[in-house]
Each structure stands twice: as structure tokens, then as C-alpha cells.
């Protein structure tokens, strides 16, 4: 089991000093870190956990109204925070079919209330066994377009949605797996009506738009696409659904599933090498999470591949500057989140892979002299130059990455009603994957999520293909507790390579401006990487624009901007929920 206090401390700056796992809980945590810099707690007994819940309200916060709907009622049935998740993962594969489903992956975290614990489970995709470095190139060596490789067979990793899902449910569950398809099984059966959103990525110009397998589920009996309001039915995702009920994951990742599965990734074009063997010997990774103070909070984040690192080190990097003491209608707030960001990104894109395969210098990454130096980099003015990657400690040889990911995705939250809460991204990476479907589901195009460069060279990027690797994921669930250790608040957000920045800016105006979570929320999107500054240029004011162009940073318009951040948050007593209006979805208590 992954604990949150002892991730805590594993990467706090503790030279010589092992504290042993289980030992170093958050009750009384200012005088845990002083006695583990002592190095007391070596040989301390473990103190009392049961910290208890924070909380008593319960919620489900989701990107569409019928799967918060599917959520609320396995709580009302009695069920656990992940009990409801399974549901709610359920329904978004039906409703929200372009953002995840079945055939992608999720990753995550866990707030037990009775222990105090924060577990985190990594439900990343792999490559199958047999994949190369050439994976993604043509016959002649070179790299597949990336709008051409999504499609291809090549493109699918083994999903680990439905293994992670299992996995945390086996362990924080109090229903039984069977009880939890009802609702979608129902509503796949009946059928459910083509909202605004789904409606726009029917008629989407991206390439799965025009997939034939995108084009046969969306098309009416006379061949033409389905418009808003039109009744969607999907008896096989139902059929689908009974099997998982009845037989677990063990019936997804073997059997006719898993045949259907390998079968469509091996048609063309460009089919892959995933077997059977690859899907029945997937395994979702139980990890510690990373967690570090974040002022009167504790902020906790999975591990790599995703890029919790990344988010823990912006909100280090700009802890060390003055943005508390500004605000929203502050040039200069942006300007300072403009400029973390992107040597935040130049960190997290060289140096974050799957630590499976590759070293992944976290705590070298946020270590607060390694962090105060980089903050450095931040002067008056952008620099013209984009930031380098620095040279953390335990920083391994790596070629630059070369990754492209797109903004696809769905992130929820779920409270129950004894102050146990996940936090959840779920994606099949773009939208609707690679525009392949099987058994009534998407399959994902997660591999595109690697760095595939022909000319790299003998050192492959952190990022780089391999058999049996997850590629990099910017998916960041987050829990925030206070410092005894209780549930404050989760959030989170899809968005492709934009999520940390997404998350990152409802923390600064959470935390640093007690703005309240719904405002945060809304706060205008800004996504600095690189030479590129991508946002909601219309949503800043003109003064802040004219000012942040004096200081070299041009917001450009069109990119940056369709986040989906749900979270909750424990303001006096009272969770509250918030949902990106830039999407559809929503919130609500059960009664």
C-alpha cells in the first residue's frame, strides 16, 4: 500500500537519514520532519493514524450530468468513493466516448480517511513486448506524420484502465464489482442524447473525425451524422459492460475481449504487435505518491510517468516569488506563472519517463536549492530564448524529447460520506483514440504519447519507445490535506501537455489568493512551454495583454484553452464542488 507520509518525507532534504515507511504519519507532521531530520523516527514506534474523516458530505464531479448521475447512485446504494468511480468511469465511456473509456488508461489517487493514507495506482497503457524505437517510423526510417500515426494500428498500448480501476477497487471497494454497471448498462441499452460537445467532435476536423469505425457509430440509419439531441445506442458497449460485471478485469484482458482487441490493432493501416500475451500479463503499478508542503497544505501527486513532479516543482518555483502578494488583475502574476511554467516544462519533458525504464531524477527536481537556482531564470522580461533543461542530481543522459500530446482526456472527483475521496484522469489519449472501436468501446492511440526521433542518436530520450514502456503522461490527479494530514480538496484536469499548467493556476488562485475553488477554477488559461505562450487571450483585460507584450509575452489565441478541471474543496466546513464551464461538466450531492 502506497503512503503518503512516507512519500512526504522520501522527498524531503533529509541527508543520511532512511525514514522507514509507515513511521513518519501526518498527525503532528512539523514534529515528524524534526525528528526524521534527527533521525529519531528510525527506531520511533508507529503513531495512531486513524486521523478520521474530514468530512461527512458526499459528492460526485464529472464531465457529463449522467455520469455524475450513475456515481450519486452507488453512493446512495452504500458504496465507496471508488465504487462510484467504477460507475462514473462506466458512463463517461458511453457519453464521453471522444475523452476515455475502456481502451485507454487512468491514473488514480486514493484518500483513505480512516488511515490517513494517500494511495496512488498508475493505470498507464504499455507498449506491447515486441514494440522498437522504429515503431512509429515508415519503411524508410523516417517518423510518421503525427496526424497519420494516431490511426495506425501501431498506435494502440495495452489499456489499463479497466486493471487499474479493479485494482484500486479491490482495496478501497465496499460493494461488489457486479453492482457497479448497472446504470451504464441500462443507458446504453436505452440510449442517450448527442450533446453540444459530442456533437462537435462528430463533425471534428482532426483525423479520427473521418475514421470509419468513428463514422459507422456516429452516423444515423440514412449515413449522415448524428446532430445534438440525436439518440445514441450502444447494445454492444452493454454486452461489453455485463462481461466485465461478471467475469472482473480477468474478462477484459482474456478471452474474446482480448482476441477483438489484438485482432483490430493488427488491421491496417501500419497494424501492431500487441498478443494476447501482452494484455493478460498487464499489471497497473501501486506507488508511493509524491507529496510537499504547498503553505498550510500538503500537495500529493502521482508518480512518473505522470508529471506530478512537474506540477510539485512549479508550485515550488513560484512559492519563492512574490504572486501571493498580487492577484489576478496583476500583469505581474502572470508574468511569473508565465515564466515557472516554462522552465517547469523544460524539467519535465527531458527528464520524465517511466521510471521503469529509465531513472527519473524527482528528487533532484525538486530539490530546494536546485529549485531556488532555476527560479533564477526568471528575470523582467521573457527570455527569447526558451529556458534549457537544467542538471538536477541524479540527473541521467538524455537525448530531447520530441513528444506531441494532444489535449484529449476527463478528470473526476468523488467524496463518499465518510471522508474517503479520489481524485481520477482517465484518457484514451486523443480524441476518440485512434479512431479504431471494438465491443462498443475506443481503442486508445496512446503510444503517440512517445518521442520518436530517428535522429536521436545512440541515448534515447527520457520519453523514447521501448516494449513494455508506458510513455510519459502529463495526467495529474492531485489531493490537497492539510498539515495533520485530513482531506482539504482534490482537482484536476484533461488537457494534453497543458494540464499542469491548468491545475498549476487553480492552485495559485486557491491557495495564494483564497479565491474560492469555482473562481479559481475560472481563472483565464495561460500554457507557457517553450518559445510558445498559448491561452485565453480574449479572457485577460487589454492592460494585461499590453503588459505582458512589454515584457515579450505574446498570448495566442486558438490553443491553450479547453481545459476540464473538476475538483472540491473543504472551505469552513463546507465542500464545495467546481466544474470547468469551458465544458459540460457538473456536480452534485447525493440526496
Known sequence: MAIVSAALIRF????GIVCRARVCAFAGLLAALSACATGELASAPAPDHSVGPATTEAVVVAAHPLAVDAGTAVLRRGGSAIDAAVAVQAMLGLVEPQSSGLGGGAMIMVYDAASGEVSSY??????????????????????????????TGRATGVPGAVAVFAAAQHDHGKLRWDQLFDESIEQAEAGFRVTPRLAQ??????????????????????????????????PAYATTLRTLARGGAAAFYGGDIARAIVARTHQPPMGGAMSERDLAGYKPDRSDPICRPLRQYVLCVPPPPTSGVGLLQLMALLDGTDIDQRGPDDPQSWFLFAEASRVMYADRDQYVGDPRFVPVPVEGLLDPAYVAARRQLIGTAAAPVPPAAGTPAGAPATADDRTDEPGGTSHFVVVDAQGNAVSITTTIESYFGSGRMVDGFFLNNQLTDFSWNPAAGPVPAANAIAGGKRPRSSMTPAILLDRQGKFVGAIGSPGGSAIP?????????????????????????????????DGEAARFSPRIRAELARRGIEVRAGSGEDSGLHGVFLHDGTLEWAADPRREGTGRKPE
Do not use: C
Not at 12 to 15: A, G
Not at 125 to 142: C, V
Not at 509 to 531: K, S
Open 12 to 15: 524531503l532534504p533529509t541527508p
Open 122 to 151: 498508475v493505470g498507464r497503457e504499455t507498449a506491447p513486448a515486441l514494440a522498437t524505437p522504429a515503431l512509429l517510423n515508415d519503411a524508410d526510417g523516417h517518423a510518421i506524420p503525427h496526424r497519420e500515426a494516431m490511426l
Open 501 to 533: 499548467a491548468y491545475i498549476g493556476k487553480t492552485l495559485v488562485g486557491l491557495v495564494y489568493w483564497h479565491l474560492p475553488l469555482q473562481q479559481a477554477v475560472e481563472l483565464p488559461n495561460l500554457v507557457a512551454r517553450g518559445a510558445r505562450f
Open 201 to 234: 467532435h462528430i463533425h471534428g476536423k482532426f483525423p479520427q473525425a473521418s475514421a470509419p469505425d468513428v463514422t459507422a457509430y456516429f452516423s444515423d440509419a440514412g449515413g449522415n451524422p448524428l446532430q445534438v439531441g440525436d439518440l445514441l445506442r450502444n
